[in-house]
C-alpha cells in the first residue's frame, strides 16, 4: 500500500564513500522529486524529473547525481561523501505541478 | 524569487486551546499554489492541504482550518481545540501554478517551519 518508498531509512557511512539513496512510488505519477532536510529542519529542492527527463537541477554539487530508470523511481547517488552531506534526503512524487506526496525520509550520517 | 516566511518558530501550548500558525509568502508569479505539510516526531512529511491562488475561500477541515489572505500575502492555519497529537513541525510552502510557467514551476519552496508543541 506504500504510495512513495525509500530505502534505506537509515544510512550510516565513512567520509569520501559512495552512496545510493533508492526511491519508489506506486502513485502513477509523472514527476519524482529530492529533496534535503537540513539539521535545522529547512527542507530545499534539489533535483526534479518529469517523465525521465531532468526539469528542475538546483545549485547542488555535481558528487550529486540522480538517475531516474523509468517513471516510478528516481534514485540519488552521491560520490565522495563529506560530513556536510548528512541530512535527511526526502523523495517526493507529483502528477504535474500538483501535490507533492512525500517518502518516509532518508537519514545518512557521514562519519 | 520566491520565499515562505514563518516567524514562529515555536508555539508551546496546553490542550484544547486554539492556536494559529502564520505564514507569509512571497512570488512574482500571478498564479501559484499553497501548501501545508505536518512533520510529527516520527520525520515523515505529511500533505494537509493545497490552496490556489485563484481560490480565497477559506478552508476548514475537522479541526483543522486555513485563512488565505491574498491582499496581506499570508496563509494561516489554526488548529482548535488542540491535541498531544497535534505536536510536530508544520511547513508552509509555495509552488507556481502550471498557468504560470517560469522556474518555480513543481517547486516547492518552503518556509522554516514551526515547531508545535502541545501540552496535556
Known amino acids: 500500500d506504500t504510495a512513495v518508498s525509500q530505502t534505506p531509512k537509515y544510512l550510516v557511512t565513512q567520509m569520501g564513500n559512495d552512496k545510493s539513496i533508492k526511491c519508489e512510488q506506486n502513485?502513477?505519477?509523472?514527476?519524482m522529486y529530492w529533496y534535503k532536510q537540513d539539521s535545522k529542519k529547512f527542507l530545499k529542492i534539489m533535483f526534479s524529473?518529469?517523465?525521465?527527463?531532468?526539469?528542475i537541477n538546483e545549485t547542488v554539487p555535481n558528487r550529486f547525481s540522480p538517475k531516474s530508470p523509468d517513471k516510478a523511481h528516481l534514485n540519488l547517488h552521491i560520490n565522495s561523501l563529506e560530513l556536510g552531506d548528512s541530512a535527511v534526503y526526502f523523495c517526493a512524487s507529483s502528477w504535474g505541478a500538483n501535490t507533492q506526496y512525500f517518502g518516509p525520509g532518508t537519514r545518512l550520517t557521514v562519519l | 524569487a520566491q520565499k515562505v516566511t514563518q516567524a514562529q518558530t515555536e508555539i508551546s501550548v496546553v490542550e484544547k486551546e486554539d492556536v494559529t500558525l502564520d505564514c507569509v509568502y512571497e512570488?512574482?508569479?500571478?498564479?501559484?499554489?499553497l501548501f501545508w505539510y505536518k512533520q510529527p516526531p516520527s520525520g515523515e512529511l505529511v500533505f494537509l492541504i493545497r490552496?490556489?491562488?485563484?481560490?480565497?475561500q477559506n478552508e476548514i477541515s475537522g479541526r483543522y482550518s486555513w485563512n488565505f489572505q491574498k491582499s496581506t500575502s499570508s496563509f494561516n492555519f489554526t488548529i482548535t481545540a488542540s491535541q498531544v497529537v497535534d505536536s510536530a513541525v508544520y511547513f508552509c510552502?509555495?509552488?507556481?501554478?502550471?498557468?504560470?510557467?517560469?522556474?518555480?514551476?513543481?517547486?516547492?519552496?518552503f518556509g522554516q517551519g514551526t515547531i508545535l508543541t502541545v501540552h496535556p
Open positions: 512570488t512574482r508569479d500571478t498564479t501559484y499554489y
Open positions: 490552496r490556489n491562488s485563484f481560490d480565497e
Open positions: 524529473y518529469n517523465n525521465k527527463e531532468l526539469i
Open positions: 502513485l502513477g505519477h509523472d514527476t
Open positions: 510552502a509555495l509552488s507556481g501554478s502550471p498557468y504560470a510557467g517560469g522556474t518555480s514551476y513543481g517547486k516547492l519552496t
